[in-house]
């Protein structure tokens, strides 16, 4: 991991937790605004704003925990590799993962697999058991729709191709022209 | 299964001892008794005696052990995301946070509490206020201790709680030593 990108990491995890500290404060002043009259005081416009607000701040939250999760995802899947190309392919299996609704742990199964990890060696590095991995790579294959990990490859590597993932170097451009 | 011994004796009864006492001072005592008082004491012995043993005690109690370092909260992080499983002997990165956080607002709890009894500060709004603010970050604290204990004892397979009683922790087999 590149220290700008543990900076990076850092800073969010920061922001996360301040804003975790302020969306508290303020849930808990709204609670006590509403005070004796409960729900009926959602017909004051202050109060009406106030907790709009606070709820906004958690939506914000919860959207950045969501990228965070993202990025470390990311980091955990690419290690130390930083060329333009590995973040390229990366976003493209991703996007994949996403459309397939794998969870974290499939997504991580699948990378493994991808990386041409065995089922034993997916295992030791996930801490977990082979009997799992094996499952979880059933249910990737299944949400994939091929019927094995050099299927799942193909289908991976042919959208590569098929994809404008930059232009090459020299080479014409249609619309241009 | 794999046991490995963990926490000292002395880690175990202050950590209990710390629990019984806090949540009798929050929950149960008159905060204008003597009692409320004399607890307080109990819970500052407890804290400075802890603060001694994090240099002295054995190597898992000891803060050279456990001092936040991003880089292993960052993996520990990363290990969540993608549901690895991942355990730690001692205290986990996350884990040493919640130490370090519990331990200063204690000593916070007991010092604006001690200072309430002096002549100097009786009476005085700021201390009694951030008494009862301290006191009010350290239950959310001590609610996220305990639900973030539960997420990962579930997550890595070790059961923390039983840990800290019986001062072993049980690890799967398959899991992977930090």
């Given amino acids: 991991m590149t220290k700008a990108k543990r ?82 392919f990366h976003e493209v299996i991703m996007d994949h993962f996403d459309q397939w609704h794998l969870t974290p742990s499939e997504s991580d199964v699948a990378m493994f697999a991808i990386k041409g990890f065995s089922i034993a060696e997916t295992a030791r590095l996930r801490g977990s058991a082979q009997g799992t991995v094996k499952a979880q790579l059933n249910a990737v294959y299944r949400k994939a729709g091929v019927s094995g990990r050099g299927a799942l490859l193909g289908l991976l590597v042919d959208d590569l191709l098929n994809g404008p993932l930059a232009a090459r170097p020299g080479a014409a451009e249609p619309d241009v022209a | 299964m794999t046991s490995h011994k963990i926490w000292d004796p002395f880690v175990r009864i202050f950590h209990w001892s710390l629990v019984g006492l806090f949540a009798a001072n929050a929950l149960i005592v008159d905060d204008d008794s003597w009692i409320h008082e004399w607890v307080g004491y109990g819970i500052a012995t407890l804290i400075a005696l802890r603060i001694v043993w994090g240099f002295v005690g054995p190597r898992s109690a000891r803060f050279a052990s456990f001092m936040p370092d991003m880089r292993a909260i960052i993996a520990q ?84 709680p039983r840990a800290m009683i019986t001062g072993t922790k049980r690890m799967p087999d398959d899991t992977n030593l930090v």
Avoid: K
């Fill in chain 1, 7 to 88: 900076d990076r990491i850092s800073w969010l995890i920061a922001l996360i937790a301040v804003q975790s500290l302020c969306a508290a404060f303020f849930l808990w002043d709204v609670v006590n605004d509403m005070g004796p009259r409960g729900l009926r005081s959602l017909t004051n416009l202050h109060i009406v704003i106030e907790t709009l607000a606070a709820f906004a701040l958690v939506s914000g939250i919860a959207f950045e925990t969501r990228y965070l999760m993202r990025l470390l995802r990311r980091t955990a899947h690419l290690e130390e590799q930083v060329s333009i190309a590995s973040g390229a």
């Fill in chain 2, 77 to 160: 992080l990363g290990d969540i995301a993608t549901r690895r499983r991942r355990t730690h002997p001692g205290h986990s990165p996350l884990g040493a946070l919640m130490i370090f956080a519990l331990l200063l607002s204690l000593a916070g709890i007991c010092a604006s509490g001690y200072m309430m009894t002096t002549d100097a500060f009786r009476g005085i709004e700021w201390v009694e206020e951030g008494h009862e603010a301290l006191v009010t970050g350290a239950e959310i604290l001590i609610v996220l201790h305990v639900a973030a204990v539960i997420f990962e004892s579930r997550r890595t397979g070790v059961n923390l």
